[in-house]
Protein backbone atom coordinates (compact mmCIF):
# COMPACT_ATOMS: atom_id res chain seq x y z
CA UNK A 1 0.00 0.00 0.00
CA UNK A 2 2.41 2.74 0.76
CA UNK A 3 4.30 1.65 -2.27
CA UNK A 4 1.03 2.48 -4.10
CA UNK A 5 1.01 5.98 -2.09
CA UNK A 6 4.61 6.69 -3.15
CA UNK A 7 3.80 6.34 -6.58
CA UNK A 8 0.68 8.50 -6.57
CA UNK A 9 3.19 11.32 -4.82
CA UNK A 10 5.44 11.26 -7.33
CA UNK A 11 2.93 11.58 -10.34
CA UNK A 12 1.39 14.41 -7.91
CA UNK A 13 4.73 16.31 -8.20
CA UNK A 14 5.24 15.68 -11.97
CA UNK A 15 1.81 17.34 -12.34
CA UNK A 16 2.89 20.46 -9.88
CA UNK A 17 6.03 20.58 -11.37
CA UNK A 18 4.70 20.94 -14.64
CA UNK A 19 1.89 23.46 -13.64
CA UNK A 20 4.44 25.53 -11.97
CA UNK A 21 6.50 25.82 -15.12
CA UNK A 22 3.71 26.22 -17.17
CA UNK A 23 2.33 29.05 -15.20
CA UNK A 24 6.01 30.44 -15.11
CA UNK A 25 5.83 30.14 -18.97
CA UNK A 26 2.42 31.83 -19.17
CA UNK A 27 3.51 34.73 -17.22
CA UNK A 28 7.06 34.96 -19.17
CA UNK A 29 4.53 35.40 -22.67
CA UNK A 30 1.63 38.09 -20.94
CA UNK A 31 3.71 40.90 -22.80
CA UNK A 32 4.24 39.50 -25.92
CA UNK A 33 0.45 38.38 -26.15
CA UNK A 34 -0.86 41.33 -24.90
CA UNK A 35 1.44 43.29 -27.76
CA UNK A 36 0.44 40.87 -30.45
CA UNK A 37 -3.84 41.37 -29.06
CA UNK A 38 -3.40 45.36 -28.95
CA UNK A 39 -2.26 45.48 -32.41
CA UNK A 40 -5.19 42.95 -33.82
CA UNK A 41 -7.63 44.71 -31.66
CA UNK A 42 -6.49 48.33 -32.09
CA UNK A 43 -6.77 48.92 -28.22
CA UNK A 44 -5.06 50.64 -25.90
CA UNK A 45 -2.65 52.18 -28.71
CA UNK A 46 1.10 52.62 -27.35
CA UNK A 47 2.56 55.93 -28.21
CA UNK A 48 6.19 56.47 -29.62
CA UNK A 49 8.50 57.38 -26.10
CA UNK A 50 10.41 60.19 -28.34
CA UNK A 51 10.02 63.21 -29.67
CA UNK A 52 9.27 63.53 -33.51
CA UNK A 53 10.33 66.31 -35.93
CA UNK A 54 8.12 68.90 -37.20
CA UNK A 55 7.08 68.21 -40.65
CA UNK A 56 4.83 70.77 -43.01
CA UNK A 57 1.59 68.89 -43.10
CA UNK A 58 -1.16 70.18 -45.89
CA UNK A 59 -3.60 71.21 -43.01
CA UNK A 60 -7.22 69.72 -43.69
CA UNK A 61 -9.58 72.36 -42.67
CA UNK A 62 -12.20 70.67 -44.31
CA UNK A 63 -11.78 67.95 -41.70
CA UNK A 64 -12.20 68.21 -37.88
CA UNK A 65 -11.55 65.83 -35.11
CA UNK A 66 -12.11 65.71 -31.38
CA UNK A 67 -8.88 65.27 -29.30
CA UNK A 68 -9.98 64.26 -25.49
CA UNK A 69 -7.74 64.41 -22.92
CA UNK A 70 -7.74 62.22 -19.96
CA UNK A 71 -5.29 61.62 -17.10
CA UNK A 72 -5.25 59.55 -13.99
CA UNK A 73 -2.70 58.55 -11.16
CA UNK A 74 -1.10 55.29 -9.99
CA UNK A 75 -3.56 54.03 -7.07
CA UNK A 76 0.08 54.93 -4.82
CA UNK A 77 1.21 58.10 -6.70
CA UNK A 78 0.74 61.48 -3.95
CA UNK A 79 -0.32 63.79 -6.97
CA UNK A 80 -2.28 65.84 -8.40
CA UNK A 81 -2.73 65.56 -12.10
CA UNK A 82 -5.34 66.97 -14.46
CA UNK A 83 -5.37 68.80 -18.42
CA UNK A 84 -5.89 72.29 -19.09
CA UNK A 85 -8.41 70.89 -21.64
CA UNK A 86 -10.93 67.79 -21.53
CA UNK A 87 -11.42 67.55 -25.16
CA UNK A 88 -10.15 69.85 -28.28
CA UNK A 89 -11.61 70.00 -32.52
CA UNK A 90 -8.50 69.77 -34.37
CA UNK A 91 -7.91 69.83 -38.09
CA UNK A 92 -5.41 67.41 -39.31
CA UNK A 93 -2.29 68.87 -40.21
CA UNK A 94 -2.46 71.27 -37.61
CA UNK A 95 0.15 71.59 -34.95
CA UNK A 96 -1.30 72.08 -31.17
CA UNK A 97 -0.25 72.50 -28.05
CA UNK A 98 -1.91 71.62 -24.51
CA UNK A 99 -1.15 71.70 -21.32
CA UNK A 100 -1.37 69.40 -18.70
CA UNK A 101 -0.84 70.52 -14.50
CA UNK A 102 0.82 67.88 -12.13
CA UNK A 103 2.00 69.06 -8.19
CA UNK A 104 3.96 66.81 -5.71
CA UNK A 105 1.47 66.66 -2.59
CA UNK A 106 4.03 65.50 -0.23
CA UNK A 107 7.06 67.02 1.37
CA UNK A 108 10.06 65.08 -0.09
CA UNK A 109 11.31 64.86 -3.67
CA UNK A 110 9.15 62.92 -6.31
CA UNK A 111 10.24 61.35 -9.13
CA UNK A 112 7.30 60.23 -11.85
CA UNK A 113 6.90 59.13 -15.31
CA UNK A 114 3.44 59.41 -17.20
CA UNK A 115 2.71 56.43 -19.62
CA UNK A 116 0.83 57.78 -22.06
CA UNK A 117 -2.42 55.54 -24.70
CA UNK A 118 -4.15 56.52 -27.32
CA UNK A 119 -7.46 55.46 -28.01
CA UNK A 120 -8.62 54.18 -30.44
CA UNK A 121 -5.12 51.78 -30.86
CA UNK A 122 -4.90 52.06 -34.39
CA UNK A 123 -4.91 55.69 -34.40
CA UNK A 124 -1.94 55.92 -32.44
CA UNK A 125 0.34 56.07 -35.36
CA UNK A 126 -0.99 58.92 -36.82
CA UNK A 127 -0.89 60.53 -33.55
CA UNK A 128 2.62 62.93 -33.63
CA UNK A 129 4.38 64.66 -30.49
CA UNK A 130 7.30 67.10 -30.98
CA UNK A 131 7.05 67.50 -27.41
CA UNK A 132 5.78 65.46 -23.76
CA UNK A 133 6.56 65.53 -20.83
CA UNK A 134 5.85 61.79 -21.04
CA UNK A 135 9.27 61.04 -22.65
CA UNK A 136 11.09 61.14 -19.64
CA UNK A 137 11.03 60.84 -15.75
CA UNK A 138 9.85 64.51 -13.75
CA UNK A 139 11.47 65.08 -10.75
CA UNK A 140 9.58 67.45 -8.47
CA UNK A 141 10.47 69.15 -5.32
CA UNK A 142 8.71 69.17 -2.17
CA UNK A 143 4.81 70.37 -2.82
CA UNK A 144 6.31 71.66 -6.49
CA UNK A 145 3.81 71.76 -9.07
CA UNK A 146 4.54 72.69 -12.57
CA UNK A 147 2.38 73.15 -16.04
CA UNK A 148 3.89 71.02 -18.84
CA UNK A 149 3.19 71.21 -22.32
CA UNK A 150 1.96 68.44 -25.19
CA UNK A 151 2.47 69.48 -28.78
CA UNK A 152 1.12 67.24 -31.42
CA UNK A 153 -0.33 67.00 -34.86
CA UNK A 154 -2.28 64.31 -36.67
CA UNK A 155 -1.25 63.04 -39.64
CA UNK A 156 -3.23 64.06 -42.41
CA UNK A 157 -3.45 60.16 -43.38
CA UNK A 158 -5.33 58.90 -40.66
CA UNK A 159 -8.87 57.33 -42.10
CA UNK A 160 -11.77 59.06 -42.46
CA UNK A 161 -13.21 56.97 -40.25
CA UNK A 162 -11.74 58.33 -36.91
CA UNK A 163 -13.74 61.23 -35.80
CA UNK A 164 -12.55 60.97 -31.88
CA UNK A 165 -8.84 60.47 -30.85
CA UNK A 166 -8.18 59.97 -26.94
CA UNK A 167 -4.96 60.72 -25.44
CA UNK A 168 -5.06 59.50 -21.72
CA UNK A 169 -1.77 59.49 -19.46
CA UNK A 170 -1.20 57.91 -16.27
CA UNK A 171 1.15 59.38 -13.84
CA UNK A 172 3.30 56.66 -11.78
CA UNK A 173 5.39 57.29 -8.63
CA UNK A 174 9.14 56.02 -9.72
CA UNK A 175 10.73 57.67 -6.77
CA UNK A 176 12.31 54.34 -5.06
CA UNK A 177 13.12 53.14 -8.55
CA UNK A 178 15.27 55.96 -9.35
CA UNK A 179 16.80 56.55 -6.40
CA UNK A 180 18.29 52.41 -6.71
CA UNK A 181 19.24 53.29 -10.48
Known sequence: MSENIAKKNTKLVKVLVLVVLGMFGFGYALVPLYDVLCEVTGINGKVEAAAVDEVN????????????????LNEATPMVFRSELKKLKIHPGEYYTVNFYAENKTDKVMVARAIPS?????????????????????????REGRT?????VVDPELPEKYKTITLAYTFFDNTETSVKK
Open 118 to 142: ISPGLAAEFFKKTECFCFSEQTFKA
Open 57 to 72: YVVDKNREITVEFMTS
Open 148 to 152: MPVRF
